[in-house]
């Protein structure tokens, strides 16, 4: 990958205020909010004794990822398509394929960054406990990331301009929030919805997250779940994506 353009990528992720708005701060924000509501800090026997601002945390630490990759990403790489860019980076030794690249990666660390500030801002201010099996959350963040770039790089390689670009994003952003739990966490729906929900990439995160978070290593089944559509996602961006 060439660092200049990794660097220049970086910086105009750095000018857009709205972007890095609702993948940095809206996430930790959301959980704070949260957290202030009193009923959400009592134990609800319910949830086996925990809290409703805990299981919120791999909900709103999943917001952050579905924004960077589902909206945030699509857009730029649609725009330089649009624009020709793209095509004529093809006749310099910079190949588009570099900038595919830098775009996924700026993205992924800006994912990952939202996670760490949500939880930080869980611990510090809501009195939230960190993850207790921290390689597998580790883990499950980066499958997580990856089915949310993947589904991103797919939206790009569907969507010929950017607002058809940012049509697509929007209608599949909201039943991603969905299946992350923001209106309902995966532990609180009925158990058919849940068992739905966990076969889409983000209602495997959320279980995977809060598995870890209390303790345990998370299912290889909501692992593989994840794996399986981050390969399955990748595979027909590959296939549909195009230059020009």
């Not at 095509?87 to 996670?115: D, E, F, G, K, Y």
């Not at 303790?215 to 027909?236: C, E, K, N, R």
Request: glycine share 10%; aromatic share 8%.
């Amino acid at each position: 990958m060439n660092t200049a353009v990794l660097r220049t990528e970086a910086r105009l992720l750095a000018r857009e205020p709205g972007s890095l708005f609702w993948i940095l701060a809206f996430p930790p924000l959301l959980l704070v909010i949260l957290g202030a509501v009193p009923a959400f800090r009592e134990p609800q026997d319910a949830l086996g004794g925990l809290r409703v601002v805990d299981t919120y945390v791999p909900v709103t630490v999943l917001v952050g990822l579905i924004v960077a990759g589902v909206q945030a990403m699509p857009t730029g790489l649609t725009g330089y398509r649009e624009h020709g860019i793209l095509r004529r980076m093809a006749t310099t030794p910079v190949r588009p394929s570099a900038l595919l690249s830098a775009q996924m990666l700026v993205h992924a660390v800006a994912a990952v960054l939202s996670a760490l500030l949500t939880l930080t801002a869980g611990r510090v201010l809501c009195d939230v406990h960190l993850p207790r099996q921290p390689f597998g959350y580790l883990l499950a963040l980066l499958l997580a990331v990856l089915a949310a770039l993947a589904l991103g790089s797919l939206i790009s390689a569907v969507s010929r301009t950017v607002k058809i670009a940012g049509a697509v994003g929007t209608v599949v952003f909201f039943p991603m929030l969905f299946c992350a739990g923001v209106w309902l966490p995966v532990p609180s729906m009925p158990d058919l919805m849940a068992d739905i929900v966990v076969l889409t990439p983000f209602g495997a995160a959320a279980q995977a997250l809060g598995d870890a978070t209390a303790g345990d290593w998370p299912g290889w089944a909501h692992l593989g779940v994840m794996a399986g559509w981050a390969v399955l996602l990748s595979g027909a961006a590959a296939r549909w994506f195009r230059w020009e």
